[in-house]
């Protein structure tokens, strides 16, 4: 949320994306770091959970010497001297007054709305949409598999042959081919847009999960089709790096206003994690025994997905959160047009 608001609107969705490169990055570290010939055994186990706390550390010393956002500073705290001084550290430069006068006309535009809490944000009607897209967006990004294809691709790798201890050498390559297409992401993302990516994600991994589920099926009787499972594998994980995994923290940040927007993230978190939760509780008690026809599931929720991003998500790249909001609300009136047009 802070990266979204203190960012340029020409380089938003790459700022954005920037903090889920870390996370993998993060995700790659301590795969690595816990392979057996380096810290992950019984014995060192306690250096690898004592390194955690360097990254805390580095936070402590320099959360401090960022700056507040200068949208709650002019917009919530109604202070424009210190947003503007904000403003000049965070860009470098001294002369910041066009994105001045774009937090001003935010500020006149959502004076309306007010502070809204969560409640208020829920059952406020003009942002049902917005907020509709979110749970869309965040429940697609988790039940359309990819919790699925990690707890499944340990048994598919080993159904090719790779040896136990081989199996995490394979998990940190994917956690490198992630970085790498999360990487391409922040530099496209601002000129290719984040509809297209959310869409060509969802539609990658909709595909992947048909493959997946024919190949896994036709392995008992054609056996190098375990080679063509791992392929497919490797397929989805690259697709929900396009699109899905870095995109909807994008998308809440840039389809709520001031007033609103802390209330959606947490929203968004909420359903996130409670999803996250479950989704992890379920997969305790399921067998290793693969599904294929499971993944034929995983299929129809990344096609309803896409279905429903491809009709009721605008694209939102390289517009101010103004313009971002005129144009959902323009979008949803033809939407709303075409219906009663259609009942008629």
């Given at each position: 949320m802070?990266?979204?608001?203190?960012?340029?609107?020409?380089l938003r969705?790459?700022v954005?994306?920037?903090?889920?490169?870390?996370?993998?990055?993060g995700?790659?570290?301590?795969?690595?770091?816990?392979?057996?010939?380096?810290?992950?055994?019984?014995?060192?186990?306690?250096?690898?959970?004592?390194?955690?706390?360097?990254?805390?550390?580095?936070?402590?010393?320099?959360?401090?010497?960022?700056?507040?956002?200068?949208?709650?500073?002019?917009?919530?705290?109604?202070?424009?001297?210190?947003?503007?001084k904000?403003?000049?550290?965070?860009?470098?430069?001294?002369?910041?007054?066009?994105?001045?006068?774009?937090?001003?006309?935010?500020?006149?535009?959502?004076?309306?709305?007010?502070?809204?809490?969560?409640?208020?944000?829920?059952?406020c009607?003009?942002?049902?949409?917005?907020?509709?897209?979110?749970?869309v967006?965040t429940?697609?990004?988790?039940?359309?598999?990819?919790?699925?294809i990690?707890?499944?691709?340990?048994?598919?790798?080993?159904?090719?042959?790779?040896?136990?201890?081989?199996v995490?050498?394979?998990?940190?390559?994917?956690?490198?081919?992630?970085?790498?297409?999360?990487?391409?992401?922040?530099?496209?993302?601002?000129?290719?847009?984040?509809?297209?990516?959310?869409?060509?994600?969802?539609g990658?991994?909709?595909?992947?999960?048909?493959?997946?589920?024919?190949?896994?099926e036709l392995?008992?009787?054609?056996?190098?089709?375990?080679?063509?499972?791992?392929?497919?594998?490797?397929?989805?994980?690259?697709?929900?790096?396009?699109?899905?995994?870095?995109?909807?923290?994008v998308?809440?940040?840039?389809?709520?206003?001031?007033?609103?927007?802390?209330?959606?993230?947490?929203?968004?978190?909420?359903?996130?994690?409670?999803?996250?939760?479950?989704?992890?509780?379920?997969?305790?008690?399921?067998?290793?025994?693969?599904?294929?026809y499971?993944?034929?599931?995983?299929?129809?929720?990344?096609?309803?997905?896409?279905a429903?991003?491809?009709?009721?998500?605008?694209?939102?790249?390289?517009?101010?959160?103004?313009?971002?909001?005129?144009?959902?609300?323009?979008?949803?009136?033809?939407?709303?047009?075409?219906?009663?047009?259609?009942?008629?």
């Open positions: 802070y990266l979204g608001e203190m960012s340029p609107h020409n969705g790459g954005i994306v920037v903090s889920h490169f870390f996370i993998t990055f995700v790659l570290v301590a795969q690595a770091l816990g392979l057996h010939v380096v810290l992950g055994t019984r014995r060192d186990w306690p250096i690898l959970l004592f390194l955690t706390c360097i990254p805390a550390l580095f936070q402590v010393f320099l959360l401090p010497r960022f700056p507040e956002s200068p949208r709650y500073l002019l917009i919530q705290k109604g202070d424009e001297e210190e947003a503007r904000a403003l000049q550290k965070l860009r470098e430069r001294d002369e910041v007054e066009d994105e001045i006068e774009e937090l001003r006309m935010e500020d006149d535009f959502e004076k309306p709305e007010k502070q809204m809490s969560m409640c208020k944000l829920v059952l009607r003009s942002q049902q949409w917005q907020l509709l897209s979110i749970f967006m429940l697609g990004q988790h039940l359309s598999g990819l919790n699925t990690h707890y499944y691709a340990e048994v598919i790798y080993r159904s090719t042959g790779v040896q136990e201890d081989n995490r050498y394979i998990t940190v390559m994917i956690s490198a081919t992630v970085i790498f297409i999360t990487t391409i992401t922040i530099f496209v993302v601002d000129s290719s847009g984040r509809r297209t990516l959310l869409l060509t994600g969802f990658i991994c909709g595909i992947s999960c048909i493959l997946l589920a024919m190949a896994l392995q008992s009787t054609i056996p190098w089709m375990c080679y063509f499972s791992t392929a497919f594998v490797i397929l989805y994980v690259i697709g929900h790096s396009v699109g899905p995994s870095p995109i909807p923290r998308m809440v940040a840039e389809m709520f206003l001031q007033s609103s927007r802390a209330s959606a993230f947490m929203t968004s978190e909420i359903v996130h994690w409670v999803t996250h939760f479950f989704l992890d509780m379920l997969f305790l008690h399921m067998t290793v025994d693969i599904k294929p499971s993944f034929l599931v995983l299929l129809f929720i990344c096609m309803a997905t896409y429903y991003i491809y009709r009721m998500v605008p694209e939102t790249k390289k517009k101010t959160f103004v313009e971002i909001r005129k144009l959902m609300e323009d979008h949803m009136a033809r939407k709303s047009l075409g219906k009663m047009q259609l009942g008629k």
